[in-house]
């Protein structure tokens, strides 16, 4: 009991010390050791480290899992370690509606099979991004929570010993000076003098230790940055696989959906099989190069209209279009604002260039994804999804 009591007792009078040396620096009283310029730096590079890291790591997860409360329950599960429930993607769930509805409305019906046939992209978009959130999660995420619950809460705890290492360094000298000031005034040699001295000693010795802890932990930074380069190489191939593997998927998709186009419910719309954009321009070359390995051969960009489908005695698709056998008709023309530029693919169709203004109408029979432009004498077909009508 008397030993715990003194224990205590010298652990309140060391604290206390170190609180009063603490005051005395902020309000300028007193004396305060400085680490070097590299230590500093080391410091700095640290907090930087740890600082970016957090903000990573959350964003990230917002990123794999936008639903706070259920990233709360996630995060509640992990703290208990237990093993987060399987759960539906918002893409299955969408799937499981859609061949519900198709079965209610009947499956051989081109509404039903349509139904069926998005519904399976949909389930298959939902498995990829189940399989990128699982892989992201492991091999970029917690990478990132290992360092912050565990490299860096020891960083921490060290730094803290540091700190209070060195503010026991700089009590001592205090103690020092303040023994030899009244040892100059007795003209006499002090025990006190030569205790300070002692105990200064001491503490340098505990600081150059502690000093030397700390910055191999620091320096152990860098390592600690090779490790999350590495990690967010693996992310970013992951996302390339993902975005490349749904590519692939809505293209299958909108084949099926141009095969079956005759299948179709009169006036009902169906893009294009082949009128999916390739990646854009400035898109990064490991992102074009995946997408072009999972899409195989490449894909024609431009819109191609199928023959028109129709009763005997029905209005003949617009094939090809004669600039000079077209007449506009009497009304329902209308003026276009172009939103992309656009190559004519052949002489029936009009090149477009982003923001002009074209009139555009529609014929008897005309494919409903295309109307015919006009731009001074210049006649051709025109995609629809190219431009703004204006009233």
Same mark, same amino acid.
């Given at each position: ?54 903000? *990573? ?5 917002? $990123? ?34 859609? *061949? ?14 349509? $139904? *069926? ?51 026991? $360094?700089?009590?001592?000298? @205090? ?19 030569? %205790? ?55 293209? #299958? ?11 179709? $419910? ?35 960009? *431009? ?13 003949? @698709? ?16 209308? %003026?276009?604002?172009?939103?992309? #530029? ?36 210049? %006649? ?12």
């Amino acid at each position: 009991m008397d030993f715990n009591m003194k224990k205590l007792a010298s652990d309140a009078g060391v604290f206390f010390t170190r609180a009063v040396q603490f005051t005395e620096e902020k309000l300028g009283q007193a004396e305060k050791t400085e680490l070097d310029a590299h230590f500093e730096n080391l410091l700095a590079r640290a907090d930087s480290t740890k600082n970016w890291t957090e903000k *990573i790591q959350r964003q990230t997860e917002v $990123l794999l899992q936008p639903n706070p409360s259920t990233r709360v329950e996630e995060f509640l599960y992990e703290k208990l370690d237990r093993k987060v429930p399987s759960r539906v993607t918002n893409g299955e769930l969408l799937a499981q509606y859609m *061949i519900e509805a198709a079965n209610d409305f009947g499956p051989t019906s081109p509404y039903g099979k349509t $139904l *069926i046939k998005v519904g399976e992209t949909e389930r298959r978009l939902g498995g990829a991004e189940r399989d990128f959130i699982h892989s992201a999660s492991i091999n970029f995420l917690t990478p990132l929570r290992n360092f912050l619950e565990g490299d860096w809460r020891t960083i921490s705890k060290e730094r803290r010993i540091l700190q209070n290492r060195r503010l026991d $360094l700089d009590a001592c000298k @205090a103690r020092l000076k303040k023994a030899k000031a009244a040892e100059a005034k007795a003209a006499l040699w002090s025990d006190e003098v030569e %205790k300070a001295e002692h105990e200064l000693r001491m503490a340098q010795t505990e600081f150059d230790r502690q000093a030397e802890v700390t910055r191999l932990l620091l320096e152990g930074i860098s390592s600690t940055h090779v490790n999350h380069l590495r990690c967010l190489h693996e992310f970013a191939e992951a996302q390339t696989t993902y975005y490349a593997q749904c590519y692939q998927y809505m293209l #299958d998709l909108q084949k099926q959906l141009g095969n079956s186009r005759g299948e179709m $419910l009169p006036g009902t719309f169906v893009g294009n099989a082949e009128s999916v954009s390739p990646p854009p321009d400035n898109a990064s070359p490991t992102v074009a190069a995946a997408a072009a390995s999972v899409a195989g051969p490449a894909v024609p960009t *431009i819109p191609v209209v199928p023959t028109a489908v129709g009763a005997p005695g029905s209005a003949p @698709a617009v094939e090809a279009l004669n600039a000079s056998d077209v007449k506009p008709p009497a009304s329902g023309t209308r %003026k276009a604002r172009v939103l992309y #530029d656009y190559e004519a693919a052949d002489s029936s169709e009009l090149s477009l260039l982003s923001d002009e203004m074209i009139m555009v109408y529609s014929l008897p029979g005309m494919d409903p994804d295309w109307l015919v432009g006009e731009r001074g004498n210049q %006649k051709g077909k025109v995609p629809v999804t190219y431009l703004e009508l204006l009233s």
